[in-house]
């Protein structure tokens, strides 16, 4: 994998592993600030190339027909990158700063494991269905309807979890038929150019299929929204930027899939394990340094066990603390870059003004290199504080007092998002019927993990529109057609 071992990478574009025409840029460890090489700065004509080489694949191939074809490409992908496995993993380790223990689930393993699901589920799928015959208006008719690929895909996508991400779009978008123009995050240009080399060199996937463009402008990304060439935009990323897409995506009336930000609610009913309930929601804020967007940010606990929450859940994020990502023990890493870490120090001085107290944390961890945040519990705020409504994207958790169930699940509420959440108690069915009041598209119950390839994900209100994974979201990737012949 000449990405790692020659410290450089490429454009993947219409077959070609192309150097691009905008230069170079850099890529860096967050965990040591060392520069780790180069990517190919594409251009906005390279750009341009890509679209067209994966409109002429969906157009004139027959890629998009050749269910058969597909399934061997994906398998033959999903092989390759499992005997990539431990390059990507260092790779991945170095460029994101994600914890050693991530990349064996979430950061690598996993969504490369999910390739194989959706071979199968293309493989196995009900492409047509028989409606069987009707009269409309008199006239006897057979009806049956097909699913078909939407087109061109433009994905677009950010660097917290590359992989999971990148993946996650590709599978079911090739295995239900699309051609693809990847535009991954400026600060992880090697987790997507190390994946599009390896599928140039060892599969089968045609010219033109995927295409991989790299740049280090996050405007040449809104290019893929606008081209009428474009038939449907498929993007991760920050709320703001999802609407911008969505604008863009509305002159051509383009269809929009958007898995965007969250703020997601830990909340802990008065007959939880406490201890264990405040520790778990510890670990999990401070998991890739709360760079995840369905990580529980706010922990809501009952008002008279307020005190008791708060000092444990201060010493359990005392307990975890931070450390190299490198280190197989490291829960907490790096943010991504300077810039991420200036706003969630933003964050923390905003806290302060708004009347927060920091219980453990709030400043830079005292670390020579890096961009390391102290893992902070904020105290004595209101969910009205913006702290408490605005994702920050760091370890930094806020811990507000509910008065039972239904101010609990008032409060997880009250949010403008809805991607995720947790609920925590000692009756099962009174945590379910609080997990069924909250208005968020994942819920883990009692510590349950959501995450998986079969499993559908996304957001209500302004964390998304569609669904990621599972049968959803490869149907996310298709056209209906309904034909009907007389009887
Ligand atoms: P971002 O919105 O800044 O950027 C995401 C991608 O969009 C990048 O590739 C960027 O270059 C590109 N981009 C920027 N401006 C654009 C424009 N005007 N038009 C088209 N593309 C543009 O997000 P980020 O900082 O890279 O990632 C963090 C955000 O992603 C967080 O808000 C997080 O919650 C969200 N996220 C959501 C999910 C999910 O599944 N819901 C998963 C991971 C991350």
Redesign the pocket.
């Known amino acids: 994998m000449s990405v790692w071992t020659d410290k450089t990478s490429n454009l993947l574009v219409d077959g070609e592993w192309h150097p691009g025409s905008g230069g170079r840029f850099e890529t860096a460890n967050p965990a040591t600030e060392e520069v780790l090489g180069t990517a190919a700065n594409a251009t906005a004509a390279d750009l341009d190339r890509a679209i067209a080489a994966a409109r002429r694949a969906f157009d004139e191939t027959g890629w998009s027909r050749d269910v058969d074809l597909r399934v061997r490409c994906l398998k033959q992908l999903g092989t390759a990158l499992q005997e990539h496995a431990e390059e990507l993993r260092e790779l991945t380790i170095a460029e994101v700063g994600a914890p050693r223990f991530l990349t064996h689930g979430a950061q690598l393993d996993a969504p490369v494991a999910d390739l194989a699901y959706f071979a199968d589920l293309a493989a196995g799928y009900e492409w047509t269905r028989d409606l069987g015959v009707a009269e409309p208006m008199g006239m006897p008719s057979r009806r049956w309807t097909r699913r078909e690929a939407v087109g061109v895909v433009g994905a677009?996508?950010?660097?917290?979890?590359p992989h999971q991400?990148n993946l996650a779009k590709l599978g079911p978008a090739l295995a239900a038929g699309n051609t693809v123009v990847l535009?991954?995050?400026?600060d992880t240009p090697w987790c997507a150019a190390a994946v599009a080399e390896i599928l140039l060199r060892e599969t089968d996937i045609p010219p033109g299929v995927v295409n991989v463009v790299t740049s280090d402008d996050?405007?040449l990304?809104?290019q893929?929204?606008s081209d009428e060439r474009v038939d449907l935009v498929s993007f991760?990323?920050?709320?703001?930027?999802g609407r911008?897409?969505m604008a863009?995506a509305a002159p051509g009336i383009k269809r929009t899939f958007l898995?965007?930000?969250?703020k997601s609610a830990f909340v802990v009913l008065d007959d939880a394990d406490l201890g264990a309930a405040c520790g778990l929601a510890a670990f999990t804020v401070c998991t890739h340094a709360g760079q995840g967007?369905a990580l529980t940010t706010r922990l809501l606990v009952p008002r008279e066990r307020y005190d008791e929450a708060v000092e444990a859940t201060a010493k359990a994020l005392r307990g975890i603390g931070v450390g190299d990502p490198d280190e197989p023990g490291t829960v907490c890493g790096p943010l991504i870059s300077a810039r991420q870490r200036d706003r969630v120090e933003g964050y923390l001085a905003l806290a302060r003004d708004e009347g927060g107290e920091f219980v453990t944390g709030g400043a830079r961890a005292e670390r020579d290199r890096g961009f390391f945040v102290e893992p902070t519990l904020i105290a004595g705020l209101t969910n009205d504080a913006r702290v408490a409504r605005e994702?920050i994207?760091g370890p930094v958790l806020v811990i507000l007092p509910h008065d039972g169930d239904d101010d609990a699940v008032r409060i997880a509420n009250d949010s403008p998002y809805g991607?995720s959440g947790a609920v925590h108690g000692g009756d099962l069915e009174r945590a379910r019927a609080v997990a069924a009041r909250l208005r968020t598209g994942t819920v883990g119950v009692n510590g349950g993990v959501w995450y998986g390839g079969d499993a559908p994900?996304g957001?209500y209100k302004q964390?998304?529109i569609g669904r990621?994974m599972g049968v959803a979201g490869f149907e996310e990737y298709l056209e209906t057609k309904l034909i009907a012949e007389p009887a």
């Open positions: 677009i996508t950010p660097w917290n979890f991400i535009k991954p995050a400026p996050h405007a990304g809104a893929l929204p991760t990323g920050s709320t703001a930027t911008a897409v863009a898995e965007l930000g969250g967007c994702e994207f991607l994900f957001g964390s998304g990621e």
